[in-house]
């Protein structure tokens, strides 16, 4: 079996395109910085893959993808995964970038709103305080001084059907509730990619995972090397979800496992 790939760059946001037969170890060698023509960018991720039954149509598959007609069908794919479409020029950012700036401007928001409902509520209890001191003064005044005549007070008249006063909400509710609110199914989805993606580059060159993968590099026969690979993603995808901070991104990477 023999594959053409496409990788993108981390660091630097290009694109690569290439063809070999062992997909695992190619891969490796271009993280690893063990490729001339790829050093400068790593670390990569795999962006597209497609295999085939000969080399001859791997290589005619590479250079379809390096003509203009190629890199156009390689740009609508990278818009129809985004989870937004972008408008920019030659270069533009990644998309997974723009959600998190839209998450990170959405959060300062939620972040502003709480600071101002903190502060009416600070500002509202001091003003019951200074009030009741005054009533307080005025009921001592009154108290030493009997020789003098109250002047006469005009009562206000009761509220008519008064409701029960509104609650005003902890800080600590108020933070868990912006915590819990969704900022929409696209930026989520975007925001556990991204986490998944950071936690796959950063296991995926661990010393055991890189042995298992030579390993099944290496093997004889394809069913042992489908066992072998089974066995490196049933590895990897258990220590991503051990390592996964929230109880999302461990249902993110169950469902990737689920699927490849």
């Known amino acids: 079996m023999f594959y053409c790939y496409v990788l993108r760059s981390q660091k630097t946001g290009r694109r690569y395109v290439g063809s070999c037969e062992n997909l695992l170890h190619r891969l490796y ?20 893959g497609e295999s085939f039954a ?4 791997a290589v005619q598959r590479e250079l379809y993808y390096k003509t203009g007609r190629g890199r156009d069908e390689l740009d609508r794919l ?13 270069n533009p950012v990644t998309p997974i970038k723009l959600m998190e700036r839209s998450l ?20 509202a209890v001091a003003m ?3 009030t009741t001191s005054l009533f307080a003064q005025a009921a001592v005044s009154s108290s030493t001084n009997p020789q003098e005549s109250p002047a006469p007070q005009i009562s206000p008249a009761p509220p008519q059907n008064e409701g029960p006063a509104p609650r005003i909400p902890a800080i600590e509710e108020l933070d868990q509730a912006f915590k819990q609110t969704s900022l929409g199914k696209a930026v989520d989805e975007a925001h556990l990619h991204a986490q998944w993606r950071e936690l796959s580059n950063r296991i995926i060159n661990d010393r055991d ?12 026969t394809d069913l042992e090397k489908r066992q072998r690979l089974r066995a490196y993603y049933t590895t990897f995808y258990d220590r991503m979800r051990s390592e996964a901070g929230s109880q ?13």
């Open 54 to 57: 000969t080399r001859r149509e």
């Open 128 to 130: 019951r305080i200074a």
């Open 209 to 220: 995972l890189v042995e298992a993968r030579a390993r099944a590099g290496k093997a004889k």
């Open 78 to 90: 990278e818009l129809e995964r985004s989870p937004r479409r972008q408008v920019a020029g030659s």
């Open 104 to 123: 990170r401007r959405r959060v300062a928001v939620s972040a502003t709103v709480s600071e101002t409902m903190v502060r009416f509520f600070l500002i």
């Open 29 to 48: 060698r271009h993280n690893a910085g063990q490729m001339k023509a790829t050093k400068h960018g790593a670390p990569w991720s795999l962006l597209h």
């Open 248 to 260: 999302e991104l461990k249902s993110y990477i169950d469902t990737h496992k689920t699927q490849h």
